[in-house]
């Protein structure tokens, strides 16, 4: 997984997105500036639109004036008559296209970047290069280390791209002067090449099918649609993109293969360097496909259980899927409207004050006091001094207590580059947080309409964003926390005091990575209460989750509360950590991407997982029946999962997993639609209506999350 960095000031935010997803049917590239506000209009019109394109129009705006300075650039390219140039901004042109495609503006149709895989390496190692620059201005030796090993690899990938053709740097000045037909050429050249590769993949399927080896016949029915694929990158007439999913063994084994032969490559030429890095990557695959291998394995070899009165049933009339589409999207559009239709807008993310007079600090005692003496309407712009760390890191040392309208906010916003050793509280409404970068910091939140924003917070000592009791419709949008030793973000109501007043809150667009924390409580989001199943209705949608799994934490999302939607994030590269229905009741889990970690585990009652792709869903028993129950201990149980509905989904399927000491079992599941393997472990009453491997899921579209590297919302005096 590759994170690119691009510099664009918007709204005087810098974003971090993600690119180079769309292998992992993600719709890559995304770069979000603002949120839109949620209204109470909002109307989901089946499963599979639930909601997508929240985009604003500032969104649709940025991208345009992106698209625009684009095409000026590769114009002012063609005119020099520099190929390599022309490529790259031609390259850039298709991407800023493609984005607004995603979002489906009117005029705009996704094209093909197949062949411009020289400039897309080129934008990442020039990314690498700046990253070094910066690891070397701040003399972070591990960091330099890091990014000088990123450099030197994708220089290699460059060169390796330009020997194969993938570059015109080499081209003649006959090639300069025509680019168009040059591209044509080497379009067609790899265009026959995919079909020959086509045709090879299909006869060794037959070849393997006639001597009926299952293990071949799955690799090369893989392979067949890889290759099917790469011609309908091209746009080719007649090849159509089909979905990979439940082909995971298939595809590591192709990687595997291809990591043996750069190493007998690396051996080949003596490279130590390159022996170490490709004998690695031959441990990995390996250990990857021993994994995928064992949970084949127990999948085949567990009985499928059933009671006698409720055996499996498989129904498949046309008249009952149609009747229970239409019963689950009545009961997706009560539940997302549950989550979306508050009592006010929720505030869109543009947290720079306009209008309001702008109060400017340089110093410990002058932040005290603005804050102190804060009127609604006003921006505080911390520039760079001398301030503090808070003395108890679960505290904050500065703190914003005030009530305003929706029309006169108080900000709280950093200068450019600028770290920041403190940590922040606001409490009251209508507050915001914006473009900070916090070292070893955090930010709470108590109150409701808040705004924490656009803000970079670098290995926290605590919580990186904490909500506190009594929050309602408070954003937390566009941040990045990096390198967390508690949770990443966390919203919590510790006691039951504060009744039903905790609600609405949505966590959107943040990049959470580089967990280091350890052993139970390091989630990267956790929305909790107080074992009671408490309804609290959040929204969490599009964030990225990359490396964020820590030994004795198997959760990276985990949700202790009823009524939320999570929806359209990524979780990728955390080993065995899970998106988890931990103990909560009447929450959806949509179109959420699973890659290389573990999946999505449900507990609890009436809940309804759908559109997601990757790793494996699992259904649980539970040791007590319902939430609040307590255990023979005295301690919160885990609820089975009771009327859990599945469907659509790319991805393996458990019902009725187990711990050591369940004694309920999962009960009255619901599969619908979904692909991949299914197998049924310690369940009851569960009703099969055409999933498993070659039924039809739909992989979810889950739009990356973006996150800020550093603050500078506003801009300093």
């Known amino acids: ?110 094209k093909s970047v197949a062949g411009y895989e020289y400039e897309l390496m080129l934008v990442r190692h020039q990314y690498h290069e700046r990253k070094l620059a910066e690891a070397k201005k701040a003399k972070n030796q591990k960091e330099i280390k890091e990014w000088t090993e990123k450099v030197d690899r994708t220089a290699k990938e460059l060169q390796e791209l330009k020997k194969s053709g993938q570059s015109t740097n080499t081209k003649t000045a006959t090639a300069k002067s025509a680019p168009t037909k040059e591209k044509q050429t080497v379009s067609n050249t790899k265009v026959e090449s995919a079909k020959k590769t086509l045709t090879y993949n299909q006869r060794k399927l037959a070849e393997a099918k006639k001597s009926k080896n299952k293990d071949d016949i799955r690799l090369w029915e893989y392979k067949v649609l890889k290759a099917n694929n790469e011609l309908a990158g091209y746009n080719v007439p007649g090849y159509e993109e089909k979905s990979v999913a439940g082909y995971e063994y298939e595809l590591m084994l192709v990687r595997h293969q291809y990591h043996q032969r750069k190493l007998a490559e690396a051996k080949k030429s003596k490279n130590k360097k390159e022996i170490e890095y490709w004998t690695e990557k031959v441990n990995d695959t390996a250990k990857e496909l021993q994994k995928l291998k064992n949970q084949d394995k127990t999948a085949d070899s567990q009985p499928q259980k059933s009671d006698n009165a409720t055996d499996v049933s498989n129904a498949t009339s046309v008249n009952a899927k149609a009747e229970d589409a239409e019963k689950f999207d009545k009961e997706m559009d009560d539940l ?23 109060k400017y600090v340089s110093s410990d ?17 911390v520039n760079k001094g001398k301030y503090t760390a808070a003395s108890n890191k679960k505290y904050a040392n500065y703190i914003l207590s005030k009530n305003c309208g929706s029309n006169a906010p108080i900000t709280i916003a950093s200068a450019d580059n600028m770290e920041f050793p403190g940590s922040i509280h606001i409490r009251g409404s209508n507050l915001r947080v914006d473009g900070f970068h916090l070292k070893g910091g955090s930010i709470f939140v108590t ?32 941040n990045t926390v990096n390198g967390f030793r508690s949770r990443g973000i966390e919203i919590q109501t510790s006691t039951k005091k504060s009744g039903d007043s905790d609600y609405g809150n949505r966590v959107a667009y943040n990049l959470l990575t580089n967990a280091a924390g350890s052993g139970n409580g390091s989630e990267a989001i956790r929305v909790l ?45 955390s080993g065995a950590s899970s998106i988890v229905n931990r103990n909560g009741n009447n929450n959806v889990f949509d179109s959420n991407q699973i890659i290389n970690s573990s999946g999505i585990k449900i507990f609890g009652a009436n809940n309804k997982v759908v ?36 469907a659509n989904n790319s991805a393996s399927i458990e019902v009725g997993a187990t711990y050591s000491n369940f004694t309920y079992k999962a009960s009255k599941t619901t599969l619908s639609g979904n692909s991949g393997k299914v197998s049924m472990n310690f369940q009851t009453g569960t009703v099969n209506k055409g999933s498993g491997s070659g039924a039809s899921g739909r992989i979810g579209v889950a739009k990356s999350a973006t996150g800020v590297r550093s603050g500078g919302s506003c801009g300093g005096k």
Not at 342 to 350: A, C, E, F, L
Not at 448 to 474: A, C, F, H, M, W
Not at 539 to 557: F, K, P, Q, S
């Open 1 to 110: 997984m590759t994170l690119s960095h691009r510099k664009r000031v918007t709204h005087c935010i810098k974003t971090l997105y993600i690119a180079g997803l769309t292998v992992f049917a993600l719709t890559g590239g995304l770069c979000i500036s603002t949120a839109s506000a949620f209204t109470t209009d909002i109307k989901i019109e089946n499963p599979a639109s639930l909601a997508t394109n929240i985009a604003s129009s500032n969104e649709v705006a940025n991208l345009k004036k992106t698209l625009a300075y684009n095409e000026r650039k590769l114009a002012e390219a063609k005119k020099k008559k520099n190929t390599a140039d022309i490529r790259l901004w031609e390259y850039k042109v298709l991407n800023a296209n493609n984005k607004l495609a995603d979002l489906k503006v009117k005029g705009y149709k996704k």
């Open 336 to 358: 997302v409207s549950a989550v979306t239709n508050t009592d006010q807008d929720r505030p869109v993310t543009n947290s720079c004050q306009k209008g309001g007079s702008i």
């Open 529 to 573: 209460s107080n074992n009671d199943g408490k309804s609290m209705r959040t929204l969490i949608e599009y964030n990225y989750m990359d490396r964020v799994h820590v030994d004795g934490e198997g959760e990276a999302i985990s949700i202790k509360t009823s009524g939320n939607v999570i929806r359209n994030n990524v979780l990728a590269n």
């Open 447 to 478: 109150g409701k309409n808040n705004t924490v924003s656009n803000n970079y917070l670098d290995k926290p000592q605590y919580v990186g964003i904490r909500l506190l009791e009594g929050v309602q419709n408070n954003n937390v949008v566009n």
């Open 611 to 646: 559109n997601n792709a990757g790793g494996k869903i699992r259904v649980f028993g539970g040791n007590v029946k319902k939430i609040g129950d307590l255990t023979s201990n005295n301690k919160g149980g885990h609820p089975h999962a009771n009327n859990t509905y599945v």
């Open 365 to 381: 005692a002058q932040l005290k006091h603005a804050l102190k003496n804060a009127q609604c309407g006003t921006t505080i712009m």
